[in-house]
Every structure is written in C-alpha cells, then in structure tokens.
C-alpha cells in the first residue's frame, strides 16, 4: 500500500485548504467562508444564550422572550436582515467568479474525468489539443487558465480547493472552471464526486510555475522528440500489451485508454496522486496495481520477472 | 375553498414567482423578463395584504385564519423580494 | 361561529350528557374492536397494533443502518485501513444513507402519525386501515429482503442519490442497482398509502369542535408532511421507473450519447430529495413542538406562526432542489433563484425554533428526559441550520459541496431535526402505550452519551471537509492531515451508539405493551387528547373539543368520555366506525363503518414483495404469478368493503342522527381518490418534464413529432372517455340499470386510443433510439399502466353490479371508478397533445 510521501503537499495538512486560498478565484469565497463561520458561531451564541435565559433567566428577561414579537424578531426580522446582505454578497460573488467563454489569448487545458484518473489535453488558441499528459496540471502564476471539464464516463467533479470551488463533469456537456495561481508550487485535488470503485484514490495536481520557467517547460514538451534508443523495456513495453491502452509519442504505442505516457517520468505521482513516482513504485503498480489500487482499470501484470519488471520500470522512468 | 385560498395565498403567489423565474432561466434568460414577473407578484401580495387586513376577526377561527393569511403574505414578500435580486447581482448568463 | 355544513354548533351544548349509559354498550365495542390472538396479530388492523409494527421496525432499521455507520466509521478511522474492502465500503455507505433516509426516517415518523394521531384527533382509527395494514406489511417485508441484500454482497453500490450513468446498466451491470429500485419502489408505495390515509384522517376524522385552530399542532405537521409527500414522492417514482427501464429495456433517459440527459435524474432525485428532508424534519418539530408546552407547562407560544411555519416551509422547500446541483455547472442566475428560495426556507425553522425558545421562557420547564432531548434537539438542530445558511451560498457551495463539511451539515441536521425529537418522543409517548414508563435516571445518561457522541462524531467533520476531506471515500491516504479528526469522529459515534444501546437496555426493562389493561397513562401531565384513557377502540365516547388543551382546561373531561357521556358511546351499527366531520370546523357528516381485520392486506403485501423481487432476480413467471395473485388479493380484501347498510341514519349521542352512508365530495373514499389522482397527475407532469427538458438540452437528437392535426381523432377519443365517465354517474343517479355500460365503454376505449397513439409514434422514432423516444414512450407507458387500471376497476365495478351490491341512486365504488376513468381520458389527452408539441 502507499507510503507516506511528499503528498502531502498535494491536499490536506494545516492550514484547511478552503482557508488557504491561493489564487483569485478562491481568495473571495475565503473571506466569504470565514465571514459565514464567524457569522455562524456568533449566531448560534445569541440562540443558546436565547435559551439559557429561557430556561434560567430572570423572570423580567424571560417574559421578553415569552411571544409572539420575540419569535418575530429573532425567527424573522433579525434574519431578513442578515441574509439579505449575505444573499447579495453571494450572488455578486457567484455571478463574478462563474467562468464564461474563453478570454482573447487565454491559455486552455482540457481535462477529462476518467474512471480514476484524469486525461488532461492543452489547448492551442483555437482550441486544438497540442499535447497530452494526466493527472497532473501545470500552469504558469498570474494569469488565468480556463478549463474545460469533460467527462469519458461517469460524474467526476474537479476540484482543487486552494485555487477554485469545484466544477462537475458531466456526460455530454462541457463545463468551465477558471482558476490562477498566485504562487508557484503544487495545488493537491481530488475527485468530489462519487464515480464508483476507487473514487477515494483519485487525485491531481496542479502545479504552478514562475512565467519563465513555465515557458521551458513547455518548449520542452512541444520540442520534436529524438526516437530512445531502443531498450529491453521499450521493446517489453510494445510487446506485452501495454500499448493496447498507452500511448507513448515517438513509438509504436497508440493506445488511448490509459493515460498517455510519453512525460510519464516527469510527473510526481503515481496513479491519480496516490504513490510517489520513482522505478520502484513503477515496478510494483505494473505487477500489483490491484492491490495498489483495487478496482482500477489495469490488469496486474505478474508475469513479468523481477529483471523484466526493473527493465520497463527504467523505460518508464526514463521517459522524461 | 375560500377558506384555504385566505390561508395559502401569499405562498402561492411566492409559487408561481418561483416556478415562473425558473422557467425564465432555462427559456429566456433576461432580466426583463424577470422584472416583468416580480412586479404583478409584488402587487398582488400587496393586494393580499391590504385586503388580509381587513378580513374580519368574528371568532378565534377568523382571527387565526387572518393571522395565517397575513403571515403567509409576509412570508411570500421577502422571499419574492430575495427572488427578484439574483437576475441583477448574478447576470443572466 | 358560521356554520361549515349547517350543522347548529349550539348542538354541542348538550355535551357532556348527564346520566350513565345502559349497560352492555361499552362490552359492544370492546366485542366489535377486540384483539387478536394467534395467527390474527398477522391480519389486524388496528392502528393500535401496526403503530406500533410500523415504529418497531422502523427502529431497527435505525439500528441496522446505525450499525453500518459504525462500521464505516471503524474503517476511517486510521489512513489506509482494511476493515471494510473498497466494494464492501461503497455497498454499506450507500446502504446507509438509503435505509435512514427511506427505511429509517420517513417511515418512522409516518409510523408515528398512525399510532398517534387517531389518539390525538379522538378519532376510533384512521380511515382506511387495511391500506396502513397493507403498507406496514410492503414496507416491511421489502425493506428486510432489501437489507439483506448486504449479506450476500448484491447490495447497490451507488450512492443513496444513485446518479446515472453511474448506476447505468454500463458502469453497473450487476443487480444491485435493481436491488435499490427495488427496496425504494415499496417505500414509494407504503409513503403515498400513508400520505392518503394521513390527509384524510387529519382532515375528515377529527373530534367534532376540532376546527383547524384547535388541531393538536403534531397534527398539522402530519397533514403538511402527507401533502408534501404526495407531491415530491411522484417525481422519485418517476426517477426510479426511469431508471430502471433504462437498465432492463435499454431505453436512454441519462445516456448523454443518445440524447438522454444524466443531470434530468438530478432534477428528478432532488426534486423529491430536498423536500424530503422536511417531510422528516416536520413531524419531528411537530413532536417537538407538543414536548415542549407539556415540558415547560405552558401553552405552546406562538402556535399560529408554528401552523405558518410549516405550511411556508411545505411550499419553499419545492423551490430548493437545485442547490445539489450548484456544482453541475447551472447558469449563475439560476443557482441564484434556488439560492435565494434556500435562504427563504429558513426563515420558517427560525420562526420554529424561536417558538419553543418562547414558550420555554412563559413556562416552568422541567429537565426530565423527553424535555433534555427537545433542548438538545434545538442546539443541534440550530447548529446544522446555520451551517445550511452557509452552504446556500453558492460560493461557499462549491467548495463545501460533496466534502465532510456536507456531511456534518446533514448530520447536525437530521440528528438535530429528527432523531433527537424522536427520542424525546418516545421517552414522552411511552406511557401512553406501555404499562411503564421508561426510567428517568437511564434516560440522562442516555440523553448525556447521544448528545456528547453526537457532538464529538460530528463537529470536527466540518473541520476535515475544509482540509479537503471528499465524501465517500473509503479510505484516505496518511499525511493527509485528516487521521487525527477521523479518529475523533470514530470516538464520538461510538459514544452516540453507546447511548442508543442504554436506550435499548431501558426498553427491554420496561417496555410492557399494554393495549388491554391500562398503560402508565399521563405520566407528564399533558393538556392533549391522546392522554384520555383508552381502549383498543380508543375512547369509550368522542369528546367535543373547545381548546387546543382540552384536558388542562376542562378537568372532568376524561371521566365524562369513560362514562360515555360524547359523541359515539357506543357502536352504532354493531360494526367498526368512526365520525367524519367537516374539514374546516369539524362537524359531525357522518358515520364511517370501517373494514375490520383481515388477512388480504398481508397477502396482498407479500405478492408485491414477491412481485418485485421476483423482477429483480429477473424470475418473470414467478413475478407474474405474484403480481396476478396481489391483484386478486386486492380485490379479495375490497369486497367486504362498500356493501350497502341497512340504517340510513343513527344516533351518534344526544339525539344527534348523522347518515351512515354518503357519497360525492363529501366522502372520505373521494378525497382519498382525489389524492390518488393527484399523485398520478404528478407523476405524470413529471415525465412530462422530462421531455421538455431533454428537448431543452440535447436538441440535437430530436426528430419531428407527427403532426398534431393527426392527433384530432385521439384527442376527441379521449373528451368522449371523459364524457362517459361522467355520464355514467349522471345515469346512475337517475336510478338507470345500465348506467355502468358508458363508463365501461370508456375504459375499454382508452387503451384503443393508447395504441393508435403508439402506431402513429412508431413511424418516428422508437423507445431505444435516443431520449425523444424513450421520454415520449414513457409518457405512453404511464399511461398504458392509468388505463390498465381503470380497465381493472371498470371490471371489478361491473362484477359488484353483477353481484348487486351497487346501491341504488349513489355509490361510492361507481363514483370513484368513474373519476378514475375520467381522470385515464383526461392523462390521456395532455399526454398527446404534449408530446407532439414539443420539438413540433
């Protein structure tokens, strides 16, 4: 099962990540959150100190609290009045941070939700997907990046609550979700959405990059790519399967329903953000991915010896 | 029947306001539109009210009946009000 | 007072009467009401009895969907455990939330209105007691053969909310999905036979002098509950069809590919599943809401803004449906309206809450156990309510949606709103049936662990939902931050569940049921009817009600209705009856002579069990043979009902005669038809929405409907349905032999007219190409299934002519079967003219 890892910076930990906004589309609903929860506690304070005095009150106080004013008061006006500020501000906000059509020269990422993983495809300006990966989102800081949220399957929902709120993706419609990172650093997510099996093991990352070292790495990645030179690995690769599902650019693999493997060193986890990534776990997930991660859509490969394993692993790891 | 619709007038008013919004924002989103909904809303629990005011209170049974109406009519007030706010702060989008 | 039905109101005067009774009256009612022995406990009646069936098992369903609740909590409360499996841990959070919610909360409070409110009202039993038999039985023996679905591991792995495609035949072939549709299909059936009988019975069946201002507050919320339930169920039936046709028949509703839309199940799942939360939150604030004035021995403050509160809260809670949905991508001025309508909703619960604040300060409150749990109730209950507020935002939403901070907010809520009402209910209601009370001293501690292991189980939730904490998941990974909260969680639900073990303890000590021979009785001193002492009939006679306490306003009241000195002391035709009185100011009408016990209601239960289990392991013959033999069930256990009376009128007490026998809009069989048609009508908008709605959103796929003009001849077949039915009656009433034959004629004609429908349709599209065709065959389907039916009645009318036990002038099964019918051609007609419309 997975090790503690350097996960952690992907979700979770203290502060709470819904109070640790990171970007402008989460900074509002922030202050928002925390607005409602001191809101919250001071309200349910007036009501148990209401029924304190109910129940041990003085006899002046509580004949106060004893009608029909009282109930109207406190059941009714004093409520109007503070929902009808809070309603506005959350309109405004809603209405403020809804994605709508894409900005002139904004950088587009679709993501698909796939039974537990995450197709995610790059955009050109004109909406050409321009190059694959999974799992794993980069984008660079200060400027926004619209998503569009697909679905392969059944419901997921994207969420990556340091920079947005989450966005459904549903069957046959496309939602949109903007997001911006202030920081450069790596923003943990995870499915919101019950989608079956293994929902619990399907997380993502989103990391953020200065503007210059955003640029290399998507030179990098655009850059024509000389052929490896053949290895034992490759050659396991393309001749055990594997490629029915993956595609690795340059090679004879094509498959499309697994997660595209051409950067598949580069990326920081394993299997929708649950192992680190490095040749052992490489190893193991190919031998034992069921036990890895039950349920998940790749078949373990056992028949592999250790030697085999170690040779695919390195072809993997290798494949920056 | 004139006894339920006393008593359930404001709040169907607050139905028909909300089922008719809904229906604006999946067929013609505009504020407009809303606006022409919200105002004979609007008008007709104030009509509700005034009269609600002067229905007669004869027996306990009138006058619980009054008070239901006139709260109901209260009710159905400000959440039409609240109704008619998200076309103006949210966009029609 | 004006009169409602011309009844002289200075009539009740002459109550009490003075004098005692002759003799051998009250040996008659108790010969007419008595009790079961052996084998008849399976076939009694009696509200007396399947109350308390219905609360027990409701219960433990409480315990069983408890216990699973523990056992998920085992499994997170460390990172990476393996108690539960991946597939065992989806099958048991699913089964969770779908037996508190169905099993568990709407059944329970429903149970409560049957055992309670013929008390509360003075009224002899609920109108229609074989349907509270026959839906306590469908309930019972589906639910257990549902739950046990677990253990061979068939159980639905989808989510109580089983959103599609998910739970499509693609991403779920096994049956366990058919396992849920199943399990909810019987607590469809047992929730609208409860919501008829309960709108009836609070309505038609009060104590005479009972106007709707005197109405005991518990009952007001049960009436607002049932009419809720008759308009928010239809859209659940509709959803659960929907699917599971789309799994056996390959019709694409949710299939986003062929022109089916997967969020039309959202509209139609939340559209039932919000107000549903009310539907369980008003019976128990109702509860509260009697508790509490007994408690604090005050008049309840502010009980005309409670009655408000609740009718609000019955109309804003259909307007809150979407905001579910706040994530699935809603235009923002959409999300705003359901914003705005969630925000309006609590104004009612606040009005609520401030009530019993009030009437706790006029009061002299007692802490005795039932008034702990009501306190308890109102922090929790507060608790969850701002919270709610919170998460009516649409900001906050996204990202609060689908996180613990969701399910803390759900829990504080319904633990709030419900479960800890219902434990002051029972500490209070116990005396009324058991010969002891429960004990005091168990029930702090009881009070003490529930509210503390509520608390600890609960609050750090909010806090693990804003690290990032999703729902659902079966484990996390560590460094996640959320372990050490979990483990709290952990600790807290098992100091909850010790709590309700002690309960347990406390009832096998002292729970004596005692129909016979006296219960604790009025232990806490309350002001309301249902602390009158009673008999298995309930009381000896029905008092006149003057105050909404009667027995705190008029000492002697509970020994002038034992002597008899009201309203019915005795049984006035020799048979089992109760007084209908008007629905605004309840007036005596008349008599009702009510069904005694009888095995059919059973037998008919156990054939829909079979029936649809059968279908579920896909056994067609065998639910064939179930379902043709529910039907003679049914039929078997209506033909000692409605035979003619040989009085026309009686006396119900002091020389006031009432008839034993009316018809029209008058009788209680018409408004339970109304309502039936009004469940009908509902599921039928519902599918008509449907189709709107997958116009609306995958146009792309619709094909031109045939022409409307061609639809002339159908339609008019349909006015002609119509117009015999309603000629039928006219012919009765005019004393023709005959009469029955257009109503016939109608019946026979509908399905006719179905299938020119269907003939036409076929040439355009069919019910598996795409979600025009399904939407469109649905509506057909619904009404091939009103038509059977009127064909069924208009069969079983004409055997009760053939057997002459169809009263000259008026009868009520001639009456009914022809609204039916009227009601098949008027489906009918909408149902055409609107599927050619849209898209035309």
Redesign the interface.
């Known amino acids: 099962?997975?090790?503690?890892?350097d996960?952690?910076a992907v979700?979770?930990?203290?502060p709470?990540?819904?109070?640790d906004p990171a970007g402008p589309y989460?900074e509002?609903?922030t202050l928002?959150?925390w607005a409602?929860?001191i809101g919250?506690a001071v309200?349910?304070a007036i009501?148990?100190a209401?029924?304190g005095?109910?129940?041990w009150?003085a006899p002046s106080l509580?004949?106060r609290?004893?009608?029909?004013k009282?109930?109207?008061i406190?059941?009714?006006a004093f409520?109007?009045v503070v929902?009808?500020v809070?309603?506005?501000?959350?309109?405004?906000?809603?209405?403020d941070?809804?994605a709508?059509a894409p900005r002139p020269g904004e950088m587009r990422v679709r993501v698909t939700g796939e039974?537990w993983w995450w197709r995610v495809s790059y955009l050109d300006k004109a909406g050409r997907p321009v190059m694959q990966d999974a799992n794993e989102l980069h984008v660079p800081i200060g400027e926004t990046v619209l998503l569009e949220l697909d679905s392969a399957?059944?419901?997921h929902?994207f969420?990556v609550?340091r920079l947005?709120?989450?966005?459904?993706m549903?069957?046959?419609?496309r939602?949109?979700l903007r997001i911006q990172a202030d920081q450069p650093g790596t923003y943990?997510g995870?499915?919101?959405?019950?989608?079956?099996?293994?929902?619990?093991?399907m997380?993502f990352a989103v990391v953020a990059h200065t503007p210059e070292s955003f640029k290399r790495w998507r030179a990098g990645r655009l850059a024509p790519r000389p052929a490896p030179p053949p290895s034992r690995g490759q050659e396991l690769f393309l001749t055990s399967g594997c490629a029915a599902c993956h595609t690795i650019a340059g090679t004879e693999a094509r498959g499309l329903a697994g997660p595209d493997l051409t950067h598949v060193g580069s990326r920081r986890t394993l299997g929708a953000g649950?192992l680190p990534n490095n040749r052992g776990t490489l190893a193991g997930w190919i031998a034992d991915s069921q036990t890895l991660k039950?349920?998940n859509r790749m078949p373990n490969y056992k028949q592999f010896t250790a030697e085999e394993l170690n040779a695919l692993a390195d072809y993997l790891a290798g494949l920056k | 029947m004139k006894t339920w619709a006393i008593l359930l007038g404001g709040l169907l008013v607050w139905t028909t306001h909300f089922f008719g919004l809904y229906a604006i924002a999946e067929i013609a989103p505009s504020r407009w539109i809303t606006v022409l909904l919200t105002v004979p809303c609007l008008g007709v629990d104030a009509f509700l009210l005034l009269r609600g005011r002067r229905l007669e209170v004869r027996d306990t049974f009138a006058g619980w009946r009054r008070s239901i109406a006139l709260g109901g009519v209260a009710l159905s007030l400000v959440a039409v009000c609240w109704q008619a706010l998200p076309p103006w702060f949210a966009g029609t989008e | 007072m004006k009169s409602e039905t011309g009844f002289d109101p200075d009539l009740f005067n002459r109550f009490p009467t003075q004098g005692d009774r002759p003799e051998g009256e009250e040996e008659g009612l108790k010969r007419v009401w008595c009790a079961p022995k052996g084998w008849e406990y399976l076939t009694v009646v009696n509200n007396n009895y399947v109350g308390i069936y219905y609360l027990g098992t409701a219960f433990l369903f409480f315990l069983l969907a408890g216990v699973l609740g523990l056992l998920m909590r085992v499994q997170l409360a460390a990172p990476l455990m393996n108690v539960l499996p991946q597939a065992t841990y989806n099958q048991v959070f699913t089964m969770h939330g779908t037996v508190m919610m169905f099993l568990f909360a709407v059944p329970m409070v429903e149970a409560a209105g049957v055992l309670l409110l013929p008390q509360m009202l003075a009224a002899r039993d609920l109108p229609f007691p074989r349907l509270s038999a026959y839906a306590f039985w469908a309930y019972a023996v589906g639910g257990l053969a549902f739950f046990g679905s677990l253990f061979i591991g068939l159980a639905p792995d989808g989510g109580w909310f089983m959103y599609p495609p998910l739970t499509s035949k693609a991403y779920s072939p096994g049956i366990n999905t058919d396992f849920w549709l199943l399990g909810i299909g019987f607590i469809e059936i047992s929730a609208i036979a409860g919501a008829v009988e309960i709108i009836v019975g609070v309505l038609r069946t009060r104590a005479p002098g009972m106007s709707l201002d005197k109405m005991p507050i518990f009952a007001w919320a049960m009436l607002v509950f049932a009419v809720m339930i008759v308009i928010a169920f239809p859209s659940v039936i509709l959803a659960t069809l929907l699917l599971e046709i789309e799994r056996a028949f390959n019709w694409p509703f949710f299939d986003a590919t062929r022109g089916g839309d997967p969020v039309l199940w959202q509209h139609l799942f939340w559209f039932f599943g919000h107000p549903e939360v009310y539907i369980i939150f008003l019976p128990a604030a109702g509860m509260m809401s009697m508790i509490i004035p007994t408690v604090a021995r005050a008049e309840l403050v502010g009980y005309r803004l409670i009655v408000l509160a609740m009718i609000a809260t019955g109309f804003i809670s259909f307007g809150v449906w979407a905001h579910h949905m706040f994530a699935t991508g809603l235009p923002p001025m959409t999300a705003g309206f359901f914003s705005a309508a969630s925000m309006a909703v609590s104004l009612p619960a606040g009005i609520q809450v401030f009530s019993w604040i009030a009437t706790f300060a006029v009061g002299k409150p007692r802490f005795n156990t039932p008034g702990l749990f009501a306190m308890g109730s109102v922090v929790i209950f507060v608790t969850g309510g701002l919270t709610g507020v919170m998460v009516a935002l649409v900001p906050f939403d996204w990202q609060a949606h689908d996180t613990y901070f969701i399910v803390a907010h759900l829990h504080y809520v319904l633990i709030g709103g419900m479960v800890f009402p219902l434990f002051a209910a029972m500490y209070y209601w116990i005396p009324m049936v058991s010969r002891r009370p429960l004990s005091e001293r168990w029930g702090r501690w009881v009070f003490g662990l529930m509210f503390g292991g509520m608390n600890i189980a609960f609050m750090p939730m909010h806090l693990s939902g804003l690290m990032g904490m999703p729902r659902r998941i079966y484990t996390y990974l560590p460094g996640s931050g959320w372990d050490t909260l979990n483990l709290i969680s952990t600790l807290g639900a098992f100091m909850l569940a010790a709590g309700v073990l002690l309960f347990l303890i406390d009832m096998a000590r002292n729970f004596r049921l005692a129909p016979e021979e006296g219960e604790a009785g009025n232990v806490f001193g309350a002001g309301t009817l249902e602390w009158l002492p009673t008999g298995l009939y309930s009381t000896r006679s029905i008092p006149v009600v003057k105050s909404r306490e009667p027995l705190w306003d008029d000492p002697n009241i509970s020994e002038d209705v034992e002597r008899g000195r009201y309203f019915l002391p005795r049984t006035a035709t020799g048979r089992r009856e109760t007084i209908v009185t008007s629905p605004l100011l309840a007036e005596p009408q008349y008599v009702q002579i009510m069904p005694g016990p009888s095995v059919w209601p059973f037998a008919a239960a156990l054939f829909t069990a079979g029936f649809f289990l059968a279908l579920t392991v896909q056994a067609y013959l065998f639910a064939l043979v179930s379902g043709v033999l529910g039907i003679l069930a049914v039929l078997c256990w209506l033909a000692d009902t409605d035979l003619p009376v040989p009085e026309n009128d009686v006396d119900i007490g002091a020389g006031i005669r009432v008839p034993t026998y009316v018809t029209g809009p008058q009788s209680h069989g018409w408004w339970a038809m109304m309502i039936l048609i009004v469940v009908m009508g509902m599921i039928f908008a519902m599918a008509l929405f449907s189709l709107a709605f997958l116009w609306g959103n995958q146009p792309s796929f619709w094909t031109a409907p045939p022409p409307m003009l061609e639809a002339l001849p159908i339609a008019l077949g349909y006015l002609a349905v119509i117009a015999a039915a309603w000629g039928t009656r006219e012919l009765h009433r005019i004393g023709k032999s005959w009469a029955i034959l257009p109503a016939l004629a109608g019946a026979i004609v509908a399905p006719a007219l179905l299938w020119l429908d269907i003939g036409a349709w076929s040439a355009v599209t069919a019910p598996d190409a795409g979600g025009q065709g399904a939407a469109v065959f649905a509506l057909f389907s619904l009404q091939g299934m009103v038509a059977a039916i009127a064909v069924l009645m208009a069969l079983y009318l004409g055997w009760r002519q053939l057997r002459r036990v169809v009263t000259a002038r008026r009868n009520n099964t001639l009456d009914l079967t022809c609204l039916f019918i009227a009601y098949t051609g008027a489906q009918g007609l909408v149902g055409t003219l609107f599927a050619r419309s849209i898209g035309a």
């Open positions: 099962m997975p090790a503690e890892t996960l952690k979700l979770g930990g203290w709470p990540a819904v109070l989460s509002p609903v928002l959150s409602l929860l919250g309200v349910l009501v148990l209401a029924l005095v109910a129940l009150g509580r004949k609290l004893g009608g029909d009282a109930i109207w406190g059941g009714v409520p109007v929902l009808t809070l309603l506005v501000w959350g309109l405004w906000l809603t209405g941070l809804a709508k039974m399957d059944v419901i929902s969420w609550p947005a709120g989450k966005m459904d549903i069957p046959g419609r939602n949109l943990g995870q499915c919101a959405e019950y989608c079956g099996g293994p929902h619990a093991l997380g649950i039950p349920g």
